[in-house]
């Protein structure tokens, strides 16, 4: 076994991995090791070839591949040492890293570590879709990567399954390389991705939007040939009468994303059932000290300025943990209440400025976000519209006075 | 007089803006809750343009795609024949990031450059 010491490891190297490896350099940490199992770095980014990144951070509108760059140039500026095709086996509870490539098999022991495993996408099998099993159904992002870095056409008659962003952004790019997209499908009454990509990827070219409907069922012996469509009433039930088949050689899911934390859960680090992330503190640190987290395998993000903007504060934390060593305790709790699906960081035991970021469980307009300490009010602010496809921003100072209390902290919605 | 529905996206509240036009004067904007809408219909309405991503095939790359972008957004009513053109080209690795692909793409006036670094095979 390879053995290696580190100050900060980071695992993965996308965009969460890279901000958080940039800023453990800024912040003073010396060796900083990024591990990635892919040979090249910025993770999804460079089969995110469409426009939109990095609006909020830099107020230019950049595609994947230069966003990615943008921050790979950085990082390799910075002497920060990584390890490509390098996948990661274990995360010990003493912070010993096991990794493979093909020279060898690596304990890697770092003095604090951040997690950037990202997220994956929903398939077929997380809903269920009865029918035959043909080729030609395909996750949104996997048809992504055929396309747009591998040359290769998933198919020419194409549904969608689901309204999320790739999705959407999917079917805009079928129609470009000039496949039929007979329509987008989603089950709820709403679209999932933002609105900006329901008008520019679908209504700019025609391509239907079957909102409260799902496919009901999948036919094709070798080849994907037809899915059954239908409407669903307000309790997802199918309506059976409303059933249509529709003719098409390919089928893509664009169900949603789970963060991934394999690794996490065997180290027994505590996570979150709603986001599917760790349980983390102000200071993204989790369960497990000295273990970090950031990304899309803390929580989905919308965007990646965003993302970017949290796995920085990540990196400076990893390092600023090994300087002061600090153990803390839990001291307060931090719960979703009415009209809230989930609130991150969901542990505070600091006083000082935290940055809460949260989603709503449906559309609403006119509404008054409220944290409330126990039967008291800390904080309320009106916003005018909310949706769960929009990630929900609050900085709140946290006082002396509050940690003191311990009394934990619930944040609704009303309105 | 030519009436159509424009989706706002300026924010994400997607008012749904109704505008009368003869295709170069806007006469009536209805539905915009705020004033951000109405700079955004009336471009929409009057000259609809898109930033228009793709790729190119690449020769002897180590990947066989390089991802391109317009340098400007392009009318919306030439994104396929912007397509069309950019179909037929191939360049040579090693690409640069921001290298002119196509000067004057299907004479917009603008170009088409790569977004992405394709080494050598």
Known sequence: MIEKEVDVAVIGGGPAGLSAAISAKNNGGKKILVLDRNSWLGGILPQCIHDGFGVEETGSSMTGPEYAEMYIYTAEKKDIDFMRETMVLELKRNREIIAVNKDGLYKIKAKSIVLAMGCREKTRWNIMIPGDRPSGIFTAGVAQAFINLYNIIPGKNVVVLGSGDVGLIMARRLKFEGANVLGVVEILPYASGLPRNVVQCLDDYDIPLYLNHTVTYIEGRDRLESVTIAQVDKNFEIITDTKKRLECDTLLLSLGLVPENELSKNAKIKIDNITGGPIVDQNYETSLPGVFVCGNCLQVYDTVDVLSIGAKHAGECAVESIKTKKIKESVIKVKPGRGLHYVVPQRINESGEVKFTMRVKKPKESIIIKINAGNKEVYSKKLRYVNPANMIEIDFDISDDLIKSKEDLEVTVDG | ?121
Not at chain 2, 95 to 119: F, H, L, M
């Open chain 2, 1 to 121: 007089m030519d009436k159509k529905q424009i989706t706002c996206i300026v924010c994400p509240i997607g008012c749904k803006i109704i505008v009368k036009t003869d295709g170069e004067k806007i006469n009536l904007i209805d539905g915009n809750k705020c004033k951000r809408g109405l700079d955004y219909v009336r471009s929409e309405a009057l000259d609809p343009r898109r930033v228009l991503t793709t790729s190119v095939l690449v020769k002897n790359g180590e990947w066989p795609l390089v991802s391109v972008k317009t340098t400007k957004p392009v009318p919306k009513k030439k994104i396929f024949v912007v397509l069309e053109e950019i179909k037929d080209i191939k360049v040579s690795a090693p690409v640069k990031i921001g290298q002119r692909i196509i000067k004057n793409v299907a004479e917009t006036n603008i170009d088409v450059v790569s977004t992405k670094s394709v080494k050598r095979k």
